[in-house]
């Protein structure tokens, strides 16, 4: 089961810090996800199992970081000069979707 924690109201130019525990993350290839208020939900990062290699959303580059720690089976996402538009649900799962989702945390970017 997927745990997502760290979510909470920032004011514009703050940062957040989003973990995401489960068993098994450490064999996975892992994404972070958002929905905003009457969107999809889509993929803003990603990670390969052993960490090599990362992927970012072109909105979120330059100011989201992606890391693991495989040996917590826990996924980080540190985001930094946040934005009005980050608001949104976050999610992990595994790139292939094979959790089921969990309850996410509410990122919510507002002066």
């Known amino acids: 089961q997927l745990v997502e924690s760290g979510g909470d109201l920032v004011q514009p130019g703050g940062s957040l810090r989003l973990s995401c525990a489960a068993s098994?993350?450490?064999?996975?290839?892992m994404g972070w996800y958002r929905q905003a208020p009457g969107k999809q939900r889509g993929l803003v990062a990603s990670?390969?199992?052993?960490?090599?290699?990362?992927d970012y959303a072109s909105s979120v580059k330059g100011r989201f970081t992606l890391s693991r720690d495989n040996a917590k089976n826990t996924v980080y996402l540190q985001m930094n000069s946040l934005k009005p538009e980050d608001t949104a649900v976050y999610y992990c799962?595994?790139?292939?979707?094979?959790?089921?989702w969990g309850r996410g945390t509410l990122v919510t970017v507002s002066s």
């Open positions: 098994g993350i450490s064999r996975n290839d």
């Open positions: 990670i390969t199992s052993d960490g090599a290699y990362i």
């Open positions: 799962n595994s790139l292939g979707q094979s959790y089921s």
